[in-house]
Every structure is written in C-alpha cells, then in structure tokens.
C-alpha cells in the first residue's frame, strides 16, 4: 500500500526553515516563519499567560477530557472578544479547535458538508494553506484580485469586478485583518462596499481572524468582522489565538458559526460537534483553558491588553523605520507603503531572483515572493536589510 504514495511537494515556508538553521553564517536574518519575535528574536510568553499558568497549576484537579466543541466558557469569551454583541448570541454555534488551521480545515469540512457544490474564493495571494486544504478536500475554487504589486495596496477596482461574478451560495474567505501574506488591508469605506456586493450576490463570507490586535488595535481589528457578523444571515468566522496570546504551541482557535435563527443554530452546532468527532474528538484544552482565565480575570486581561499594545506599537515602529530605511537606500518613495500596512507581514514586491540574491548574498531569508515578516527585524537589522535590498534592486 503505502510503496503507491507519492512524494509531496515541500512546504516552502518549512524548507526556508531548514534552510536558515543550516546555515552557519553569524549575521544571518530569519524574516519567513510568521511568528512574532521581540528585539532579541525571542517569541516570549505573556506575562498574562505565565499568571494564568501558575494558576491553573495550582487550582486544576483533573486531565480528564473537555467538552466535544471545547469549553462553554472558552467558546463564549471568544465570541465576545470577537464580535462584542454584533449578533444575537442565539445565531451563534462554535467548536474550539486546534489552531487556526484547525478552526479552517472545520470550516471547510462544514461548507462541503452543507453545501458541496459550492464554490471557494479566496483572494490573490493568501495565506498557503488556503488553497491547499480547500484542494485536499476536493472543493471548487476561484480566485479574486487583491493585491497591487506595484502601489503596494489594495486592487480594489480589481477585487470589486471579480466577487460581481460570485454566485449565490459561494463561500467567499476573508481576511478580518492583517491580510497575509500582504500586510494591505481594506478600509472602512471599502469594507461596507465588500459587504454590500456581496450580500447583493447572495454569498456566505468566511473571515479568517489570525491577527486581532496586531493590526489597528483589539477593538479596531474585529470591526470588519462585526460589520461582515451583523450584515448575512450566514457566516462563518475561524479565529487563531496563536498570535494575540503567543501561545503557537498549544493550538488554540475557535471557529463560530452565524446562522439564521436560533433554530437553525441548534442543528448547525450538532455539525460541528460532529466534524469534530470525525477530524480529533476532544479538542486541546490547556491554551483554551489560559485564554478563558485571561479573559475573565479583569487583571490579568488589562496586562494582556497592555502587552499586546507593546507588541503592536513594536511592529509599528519597525514599519516607519524600515520604510524610513528603504527610501534613504534607494532615494525613492518605492517602499514607502511598508509604514502603511498592518500586522507581522508585507510583501516588498522584489522578484525571486532578487529574493535569492538576498539569501546567497546576505543571509537574509524571506518567503519566495519577497514576503517578510516584519517582527523577525530589530533597530540593528533594519538597516542591513535596507541597504541589501538596495543592493538586488
């Protein structure tokens, strides 16, 4: 049996992995695995998270399996954190998952349970694992036009022809905020726009919310997701705390589900418990536990609040200081758009000969399409990466 597998493509983002530890030079740079990393290029634990550790260290009593769709609790801070009241909470059916991922792959097993010939759009470029699970799972797929490699902003006329064609029932995904891999985000005028054309085509969006608080701010980055919560009668929103509560390890996500009406929300939330029962069973409990302490306690969430704020103003500084960087290297106003994107991501618009060049050359590592990830910098790298780039240009 297993002499008929074939070899599978590598993970790009894992083979640079690879390739960065592999390499012995001292002055290398890691800008491709998206994880956020301070000025030491350590990815620390909260100071909120630790609290909430020694806490549950100290009160649980047993390891004994949660719940099928994770922890009530846990499944209600979310969807409060996320929407804050944006729809009847009676609409509302969630499963914890494990990640992000986890919280994508459910969604998707759900739109090909609910509805298999529907159709998947997803922007162009995102996220890899986008399109790859949706081609595992055998689901129709389109793509609509997103980025504008030469402003380095939105192609927003581009993105407005392509969802026109969307048909009733599609399932078109979303990034809430912090598009990936791109860091350029819609606005709020264009965001109700979004919303309008694609309530008017009948569409059920799916919002992919990795980054709330990387971005604009905690509050500031769900409001796309309650405008898009508030505005269809079905949605479906995968949310990651790997990124906000810097626990990547102990895969934590949820994926909530918006229905009609409290009926129908009844026979949804019996379908994610069971694709829950066919994909793990049980889902992880330990970060769900943190997260649901976190969250409840006043304190500990101020000081979570206060850290992420850090990490936030963080990657903003490294975004005005590279652009900064940038235009004093190439006496240009080219890369000037870095300061304006949002979150740990931007793509810089090189070629990839010139993306190899800054590997071989300069031991500067960044995703084939000259993604970077802009927490891998600090205020001694800025300047090196800047005067590389200028370098390849």
Request: proline share 4%.
């Amino acid at each position: 049996m297993l002499e008929a597998l074939k070899a599978q493509p590598q993970d790009k983002i894992l083979q640079l992995i690879a390739m960065f530890r592999e390499d012995a030079r001292t002055g290398k740079i890691d800008l491709g695995v998206g994880v956020y990393k301070d000025a030491t290029g350590l990815t620390p634990v909260m100071r909120a998270v630790k609290a909430a550790e020694k806490k549950l260290w100290e009160v649980e009593t047993t390891k004994t399996y949660t719940a099928l769709a994770g922890e009530p609790a846990y499944n209600a801070a979310m969807q409060g954190l996320i929407l804050d009241g944006a729809v009847d909470a009676a609409r509302l059916s969630s499963v914890s998952t494990p990640g992000g991922t986890g919280a994508i792959r459910q969604a998707l097993e759900l739109v090909k349970l609910a509805a298999p010939a529907a159709k998947v759009w997803i922007s162009l470029p995102t996220w890899p694992n986008h399109p790859s699970i949706i081609k595992y799972l055998g689901i129709p797929m389109a793509e609509y036009r997103y980025f504008d490699a030469v402003s380095g902003g939105v192609d927003f006329d581009g993105l407005m022809e392509d969802l026109g064609r969307v048909m009733a029932g599609d399932v078109v995904l979303l990034h809430g905020c912090c598009h990936n891999p791109t860091g350029a985000n819609l606005n709020a005028d264009q965001w109700g726009k979004v919303c309008d054309l694609l309530a008017e085509r009948g569409a059920v969006p799916l919002v992919d919310l990795a980054y709330q608080g990387f971005g604009d701010g905690l509050e500031a980055d769900a409001q796309a997701t309650r405008l898009v919560a508030s505005g269809f009668p079905e949605v479906l929103i995968a949310a990651s705390c790997s990124k906000n509560f810097g626990i990547y390890r102990e895969r934590t996500g949820i994926l909530i589900a918006i229905s009609k009406d409290a009926e129908a929300a009844v026979i949804t939330q019996q379908n994610l418990a069971f694709l829950n029962r066919q994909n793990y069973s049980f889902p992880p409990d330990h970060g769900a536990r943190l997260v649901t302490m976190i969250l409840g306690d006043a304190a500990l969430r101020a000081d979570w609040m206060a850290e992420l704020e850090e990490v936030r103003q963080n990657m903003l500084g490294l975004r005005q200081a590279l652009a900064e960087a940038l235009r004093a290297e190439t006496n240009s106003d080219r890369f000037d758009f870095v300061a304006q994107h949002r979150g740990m991501f931007s793509r810089l618009g090189l070629s990839e000969a010139q993306v190899v060049r800054l590997r071989e050359d300069y031991g500067i590592y960044m995703v084939g399409d000259s993604r970077i990830n802009i927490a891998g910098l600090n205020a001694q790298t800025v300047p090196v990466l800047a005067r590389a780039v200028a370098s390849v240009l």
